[in-house]
């Protein structure tokens, strides 16, 4: 059950939404709201914001919040006939009061296990009985880790098929100083264009204008470099083969009211998806997918191994 200590603490939010802070002794922390099951905040020992929240974002429910990491099930986009990006963005999820045991969290003291089932209300809209766990836990370094479960908990002996992406926004000093490494060269549909089939050329992803990508079959491995601030994002990924990259750029941010006017220029979503081939669950079958992210304070690239080694240019 949900019980406070050095690492985890439960309080209230903005509009007194219900909240978690995690923290590591190395000093990073992480915040996450029962609403939408959403990580708002993860700070460097700095407590430097890692994660860009928009300054308009609205928490008000239903509304989804704008910024951090918001969970898009159990559709991405307006691919079928959900509401965009689907309902668990939206819904007051549980602490999870049991668990199951995750194995690759094991060393972290700093998590916090959430839960969402379909409502009544649900069924109506999506009529697929399931379970999700998330568990956020931050490592002993820092790295933000996010793990899903979801199980077929229908006792109608169907299968249900879904989409997901963890919509993650980092925080970026300048976009026209960032690039992504990891997609080059790979296919992708492009948002903007009907999602039709490309494939990507160059060396790196760089951003002078909107982009709405779903590159395919990526890497378990994509770094975001930002320049200005001698730092790289690491992203890694577990049962999520595609990645969604996406900045409004001026004239869609100004159309949206939770979102500032200029602020496209300090914000990149990439997004550890699976969209191309949603997965399919049969009764009682259960779906793992898993996001890691840490920071490293130096110019990074690709063909790296460990980042950790990368000499500090900064
Ligand atoms: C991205 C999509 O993942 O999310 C974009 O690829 C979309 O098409 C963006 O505009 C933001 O979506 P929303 O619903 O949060 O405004």
Redesign the pocket.
Known sequence: MASDNVFVEHCKGINGLDKVILRETRGYSAEVYLFGGQVTSWKNEHREELLFLSTKAIFQPPK?IRGGIPICFPQF?NMDSLE??GFARNRLWSVDPDPPPCSSHASSRASVDLILRNSEEELKIWPHRFEFRLRVALSPAGDLMLTSRIRNTGTDGKPFRFTF?Y?TYFSVSDISEVRVEGLETLDYLD?LQNRKRFTEQGDAITFESEV?KIYLSTPTKIAILDHERKRTFELRKDGLPDA?V?N?WDKKAKA?ADFGDEEYKHML?V?AACVENPITLKPSEEWRGRQEILVVPSSYCSGHLDPRRVTFTG
Do not use: R
Request: overall charge negative.
């Open positions: 989804a986009g965009q990006h992406a919509h948002n709405d969604v996406w409004p949206m979503c997004e």
